[in-house]
T-cell receptor
Framework: DAMVIQNPRYQVTQFGKPVTLSCSQT?????MYWYQQKSSQAPKLLFH???????NEADTPDNFQSRRPNTSFCFLDIRSPGLGDAAMYLC??????????????FGPGTRLTVL | KQEVTQIPAALSVPEGENLVLNCSFT??????LQWFRQDPGKGLTSLLL?????REQTSGRLNASLDKSSGRSTLYIAASQPGDSATYLC??????????FGKGTRLHILP
């Protein structure tokens, strides 16, 4: 089945130790998103790619970076995690065709714990 | 700046009842509005997508409507079941490519 896969599902890191979260998709969608969701809050968009075109949200901290080496994969790098970065990180994909965004599909998420 | 509000924040109803969840947004310049379901500790499952040119979408017991001019969407769930218990989120994709989520409605269906 076509899907969005996130690895790892659970990540524990130490304060200040860089961490990379990965997302892959078999949907061949041209748009990929990274969201941060803290407990009992709405998902917050960090950035998205339209093909290789990177779009950063204005309030996304510089501590968060992303790479999309090809259509299928997208990575979220947190350069120096702080305690406030502990959250669920959600990857999603969509297609943008004929001037419209289509349905977003989400992965299961990676829960990040910062010690 | 787009703001998305969902009312109520939480809702408990007996099994078998029909119910309506509400989503409102402040900027009508949107590509689409999408409804999701989220179970505790899980990712989001897409329920229905309504493009800006559409008025409603239906899938099984679910029906979502969109009134772009008034900035409102509703999700109607017919004949609710205990398995419908989850948090329901709406998200708006704006013409500026920004996606804004509401805080969700926590739904509990009482057996």
């Amino acid at each position: 089945d076509a899907m969005v896969i996130q690895n790892p599902r659970y990540q524990v890191t130490q304060f200040g130790k860089p961490v990379t979260l990965s997302c892959s998709q078999t949907l061949n969608h041209n748009v990929m998103y990274w969201y941060q969701q803290k407990s009992s809050q709405a998902p917050k968009l960090l950035f998205h790619y339209y093909d290789k075109d990177f779009n950063n949200e204005a309030d996304t901290p510089d501590n968060f970076q992303s790479r999309r080496p090809n259509t299928s994969f997208c990575f979220l790098d947190i350069r120096s995690p702080g305690l406030g970065d502990a959250a669920m990180y959600l990857c999603a994909t969509s297609s943008f065709d004929w001037g419209a965004y289509n349905e977003q599909f989400f992965g299961p998420g990676t829960r990040l714990t910062v010690l | 700046k787009q703001e998305v509000t969902q009312i109520p924040a939480a809702l408990s109803v007996p099994e078998g009842e029909n119910l309506v969840l509400n989503c409102s947004f402040t900027d009508s310049a949107i590509y689409n509005l999408q409804w999701f379901r989220q179970d505790p500790g899980k990712g989001l499952t897409s329920l229905l997508l309504i493009q800006s040119s559409q008025r409603e979408q239906t899938s099984g017991r679910l029906n979502a409507s969109l009134d772009k001019s008034s900035g409102r969407s509703t999700l109607y769930i017919a004949a609710s079941q205990p398995g419908d218990s989850a948090t329901y989120l709406c998200a708006v994709t704006g013409r500026d490519d920004k996606i804004i989520f509401g805080k969700g409605t926590r739904l509990h269906i009482l057996p």
